[in-house]
């Protein structure tokens, strides 16, 4: 009966110890050269992030302050991550088929990638520019109608860039 060789059990202290001198030689020169830090106060200063960067969800409306949105579930139905529920129901206007009475985002689920806004036909969701969400349980991150087009910091909704006469002109 043959035996294995027995495994050296001090192999991987010589790569501890040197992870723990980069370490430390790293600490002592950030301390010794504070003015050199990348570093951001955050509270003080803000990092400016791209016009691309997708943060939070946007519902937008038209110009007399009423919701975009037709309820196609087409944001609903690409979100990979499956956090957005739409409820539907007949608009009160003839000339509209359909409006959501509940439109909402599981933030906690959200993978932010942006497949609701390209998916949707009317301009009606957007990502934007907005990334602090703060809440104290799972259920503030639950986002309504009031979270995603008037919520205070859009300061009465963000407006479409499409322009309602001229879609229902050109027939669309």
């Known amino acids: 009966m043959s035996r294995l060789p ?3 059990v001090n192999w991987y202290l010589p790569a501890i110890f040197t992870g723990l001198g980069i370490t430390m030689k790293k600490m002592l020169w950030n301390l010794g050269n504070r003015s050199k830090m990348q570093t951001l106060n955050y509270p003080e200063e803000k990092y ?3 016009p691309r960067f997708k943060g939070t969800h946007i519902l937008t409306v038209k110009k007399d302050g ?5 309820a196609c579930m087409l944001c609903a139905t690409n979100c990979p991550a499956d956090c957005i529920t739409i409820i539907a129901s007949e608009h009160p206007d003839p000339t509209v088929e359909k409006y959501p009475i509940s439109y909402e985002i599981d933030m906690l689920r959200c993978v932010f990638c ?3 806004e390209e998916a949707c036909p009317v301009d009606a969701i957007r990502m934007g520019p907005e990334w602090q969400v703060a809440g104290k349980n799972g259920s ?3 986002y309504g109608i009031q979270d995603l087009a008037y919520r205070p910091q859009l300061k009465g909704g963000i407006q479409t860039i499409l322009d309602d006469g001229e879609r229902s002109k050109a027939g669309i």
């Open 6 to 8: 027995e495994p050296k």
């Open 48 to 50: 400016d992030y791209s």
């Open 66 to 70: 009423s919701l975009r949105c037709t």
């Open 114 to 116: 942006g497949f609701c």
């Open 140 to 142: 503030n991150f639950i």
